[in-house]
């Protein structure tokens, strides 16, 4: 059980395009999802907080402009790239919190998105 | 463009060594702490997790001990095996937050 997976795996586009990723939970209600990007070598870093339902949360630095959240239903949440720059370039990777359980600090994540901007 | 990014500490150790990975946290406040292992190309998994009321916590050939008083973390891997090769990360909780923050991650190379 608590598996999230995430749409697509890896994804190349054009410099100015706009890209979409998905991150779905499969077996569980997920009221809150979490978005994270990951450089090179290294470590996760928290982008947002996205609560179904609600506008999404995000950390200082992060543009809500150029990382558009949606978080519509219990299982998907949606991040969108606006205007990809090739900084943009990163790993992507989804978390979701199961509200059925006690532990609301369990996350689990997905296998993450490759992005690479040309 | 390329990031610069940090230059990830390494442990390597021989399979059948056991392991130790270190994980100074920053947040006093924190009260939950999880390690995670990364392969390449993948998603964090979840390994062990320790509540702050706990020293120490085992699982099957892990084990997380916490320290509180200097903020350190550690995972003992025993009987290290090739395909525990991967990144290692620690991650913080504060309840009143409700969002993990991540350590720096250190890189085991389990040789054969």
């Known amino acids: 059980g608590a598996v999230v997976s995430q749409h697509p795996s890896w994804v190349i586009c054009k410099s100015g395009t706009s890209v979409k990723i998905e991150c779905r939970s499969l077996d569980f209600q997920a009221t809150t999802m979490f978005w994270y990007r990951q450089f090179p070598k290294q470590s996760l870093m928290l982008m947002a907080t996205?609560?179904?339902?609600?506008?999404?949360?995000?950390e200082q630095g992060v543009e809500k402009d150029k990382f558009l959240i949606n978080h519509a239903s219990l299982t998907l949440s949606t991040l969108t790239v606006t205007s990809a720059h090739p900084e943009d370039s990163s790993f992507y990777i989804c978390s979701a919190r199961d509200q059925t359980r006690a532990l609301l600090y369990e996350q689990y994540f997905g296998p993450g998105t490759r992005l690479t901007v040309t | 463009g390329e990031s610069v990014g940090l230059h990830l500490p390494t442990l390597s150790v021989q399979e059948g060594d056991n392991s130790i990975i270190n994980c100074a946290y920053s947040?006093?406040?924190?009260?939950?702490f999880i390690w995670y292992k990364q392969e390449s190309g993948k998603g964090p998994q979840f390994i062990i997790d320790i509540r702050s009321n706990m020293d120490k916590r085992q699982g099957q050939r892990v084990t997380v001990l916490l320290n509180k008083t200097v903020k350190h973390l550690s995972l003992q891997i025993a009987a290290t095996q090739p395909g525990d090769s991967a990144v290692y990360f620690c991650?913080?909780?504060?309840?009143?937050?409700?969002?993990?923050?991540f350590g720096t991650g250190t890189r085991l190379l389990v040789s054969p």
């Open positions: 947040n006093s406040a924190s009260d939950y």
């Open positions: 996205s609560n179904e339902g609600s506008k999404a949360t995000y």
């Open positions: 991650a913080e909780n504060n309840t009143g937050f409700q969002k993990l923050v």
